[in-house]
T-cell receptor, first 107, second 113 residues
Framework: KNEVEQSPQNLTAQEGEFITINCSYS?????LHWLQQHPGGGIVSLFM???GKKKHGRLIATINIQEKHSSLHITASHPRDSAVYIC?????????FGKGTKLSVKP | EPEVTQTPSHQVTQMGQEVILRCVPI?????FYWYRQILGQKVEFLVS????????KSEIFDDQFSVERPDGSNFTLKIRSTKLEDSAMYFC???????????FGPGTRLTVT
């Protein structure tokens, strides 16, 4: 069965901390997506990657194709980073989503 | 920066009514998708659409659902006779470089009463 697993499910951090969220997948993929979902429910695409590493501001995403593993890092975390972070992977259009990691950054 | 838009942001309807959820994909994108997320659950794939036809659909996407690209810019999801269990966030996505590239819209919250 194709699965996407994220860890941790919940994460509480103090402002300024370095944060890592992990994603493991069992499917063969063409791309892996990291998405951010705010309390209102809207989704924002953060990264789409198929190899290596991408950086945008304080966010960094890495992927290891051989190990079927990806990580999302947030440097110098801020309360406005509080959201659910979702990993999704797939080889065609049919993305399989993880359950999400709920991040709460406290001031 | 181009973005996917969806309307309405929130739709309330009575059970048995038809609803149409609208999406405007990024211009020049060729691949289109609908996903849904029931409250508290994972996002689930519904359907993908390419070259004016469905390329893949999930078990969820039964005869009550249909998709259409009526005018070359909008991409719609129709639910013919809504059920209580259709209450969910519905996300549209579009992609241009290939089926693996997807940009998500903000979602439409559908509430069936």
């Amino acid at each position: 069965k194709n699965e996407v697993e994220q860890s941790p499910q919940n994460l509480t951090a103090q402002e300024g901390e370095f944060i890592t969220i992990n994603c493991s997948y069992s499917v063969g993929i063409s791309a892996l997506h990291w998405l951010q979902q705010h309390p209102g429910g809207g989704i924002v695409s953060l990264f789409m990657l198929s190899s290596g590493k991408k950086k945008h501001g304080r966010l960094i995403a890495t992927i290891n194709i051989q190990e079927k593993h990806s990580s999302l890092h947030i440097t110098a975390s801020h309360p406005r980073d509080s959201a659910v972070y979702i990993c999704a992977a797939g080889s065609q259009g049919n993305l399989i989503f993880g359950k999400g990691t709920k991040l709460s950054v406290k001031p | 920066e181009p973005e996917v838009t969806q309307t309405p942001s929130h739709q309330v309807t009575q059970m048995g009514q038809e609803v149409i959820l609208r999406c405007v994909p990024i211009s020049n994108h060729l691949y289109f998708y609908w996903y849904r997320q029931i409250l508290g659950q994972k996002v689930e794939f519904l359907v993908s659409f390419y070259n004016n036809e469905i390329s893949e659909k999930s078990e969820i996407f039964d005869d009550q659902f249909s998709v259409e690209r009526p005018d070359g810019s909008n991409f719609t999801l129709k639910i013919r006779s809504t059920k209580l269990e259709d209450s969910a966030m519905y996300f549209c996505a579009s992609g241009g470089q290939g089926p693996y590239e997807q940009y998500f819209g903000p979602g439409t919250r559908l509430t069936v009463t």
